[in-house]
């Protein structure tokens, strides 16, 4: 009996530890970084004028058990680098294979087995130098399929201010000679960051002008404005214009004669000169007068005189100066003129006007049709009321850039 009882005792010893085995050392699964996991990244790049040191941080964390992590896969969409990769955690530069293409560079990071627990994420660094030179820089900001969490830029505040940058300064602050640069999370691959007082847009402007009728009519184009702040060289025009000219407002016209049934591909490229103060040569522009922007039709301006007594204004049928309003009246005047026309004419999407060759209507007609309209006949029409009551107003062409 008494040898019975001595091996239950070292059955239930041995169960015993079997239990404390289970509940003190469960198995950590293992998979590799990209299953299941969450990945952050931070950039920093430090830049003396001659060599562009990068450093992105890698923070890998999850919110489920834990796990051991064997590798990790990177792609940099940059070549010609040679990065080291070091763990945080380990103290210690972990092996690594290096992969690279023409315009990329792929690393598939040993991490030798790394415990991920959810309240101990995993940090890494990658480092990386390159030579860079000149005013105008490219600098990496966001990996395939990894969130960026920040971004900063370091440089000696000897070069000078940045006059541009794509992704929106937050804050510059200045340590030792340095300024520290951080920008609001980028959405795009590369930030790019320009130095001067002077920035050079390239620009081309192809459309097509056409005309369905039966007589020949004229088309105007309009390029982007040369004022204070930019000046436009024109590098090539194909076909020529019939005529060319630059009106009081600073706008340069270009005018085609169409004949009837016929069409003609316009090809224009050239640059813009942004100043990052205004030149010396500044003034006022006049205000061009336009056929366009006439309105004569006395039953639609009491329509509108009607429309804007609806916001509280007590103006006659045939009111049209803004000057006998008081302050207050006149920002109120403003303002339903504005929503008269955005109430009264539906937007077409699906076309620019004559920007795109089409031919373009006066704003009297526009208003009293009150049909479709496009972005353009919407401009014509507010300066075309502005202007009857005596409201200065200009139309300028605005282009958008795709440099990101």
Do not use: C
């Not at 964390?61 to 990065?83: H, K, M």
């Not at 005529?243 to 009837?260: E, W």
């Not at 016929?262 to 000169?273: E, N, R, T, V």
């Amino acid at each position: 009996m008494r040898n019975l009882l001595g091996y239950f005792h070292k059955i239930l010893y041995l169960f015993s530890i079997l239990f404390l085995n289970f509940v003190f050392f469960q198995p950590i699964s293992n998979l590799s970084a990209q299953e299941a996991l969450s990945i952050k990244s931070t950039f920093h790049h430090n830049w003396d004028g001659e060599r562009l040191d990068t450093t992105i941080y890698l923070t890998l964390s999850t919110e489920s058990a834990s796990t051991v992590v064997t590798y990790l896969t990177v792609t940099i969409p940059q070549s010609n680098i040679n990065p080291e990769i070091f763990s945080i955690n380990r103290d210690k530069v972990l092996e690594h294979t290096t992969h690279k293409g023409k315009e990329s560079t792929d690393l598939v990071i040993d991490l030798e087995k790394s415990p991920l627990y959810k309240d101990k994420p995993i940090t890494l660094k990658i480092t990386y130098f390159q030579s860079l030179t000149g005013n105008t820089l490219s600098l990496l900001s966001k990996l395939s399929n990894i969130d960026t969490k920040e971004f900063l830029f370091t440089y000696p505040s000897s070069l000078g201010q940045i006059s541009w940058s794509s992704a929106t300064i937050l804050n510059e602050e200045e340590k030792g000679g340095k300024v520290e640069v951080t920008t609001e999370i980028p959405n795009t691959d590369f930030v790019k960051i320009t130095f001067g007082e002077q920035i050079i847009y390239s620009f081309d402007i192809n459309k097509t002008l056409s005309n369905s009728s039966d007589t020949t009519i004229y088309s105007e184009v309009t390029l982007p404005i040369n004022n204070s702040y930019q000046n436009i060289v024109i590098s090539s025009i194909n076909p020529l214009p019939d005529k060319a000219y630059k009106d009081i407002d600073g706008n340069y016209i270009l005018q085609y004669s169409i004949v009837s049934q016929s069409a003609i591909d316009l090809k224009i490229s050239g640059f813009i000169y942004m100043n990052q103060q205004e030149s010396d040569d500044s003034k006022e522009y006049l205000i061009e007068q336009n056929p366009l922007w006439k309105i004569s039709n006395a039953s639609l301006i009491r329509h509108v005189n009607r429309y804007v007594n609806t916001y509280g204004l007590k103006v006659s049928d045939t009111f049209s100066d803004i000057n006998e309003l008081d302050p207050e009246d006149k920002q109120v005047f403003y303002e339903s003129i504005y929503r008269y026309v955005i109430e009264y004419l539906q937007p077409n999407v699906n076309s620019v006007g004559s920007l795109s060759g089409a031919e373009r209507l006066g704003s009297e007609d526009v208003l009293v049709k009150q049909g479709m309209s496009s972005n353009e006949e919407y401009a014509d029409a507010i300066i075309a009321l502005y202007r009857y009551y005596k409201i200065p107003a200009r139309f300028v062409i605005g282009y958008l850039s795709n440099i990101s």
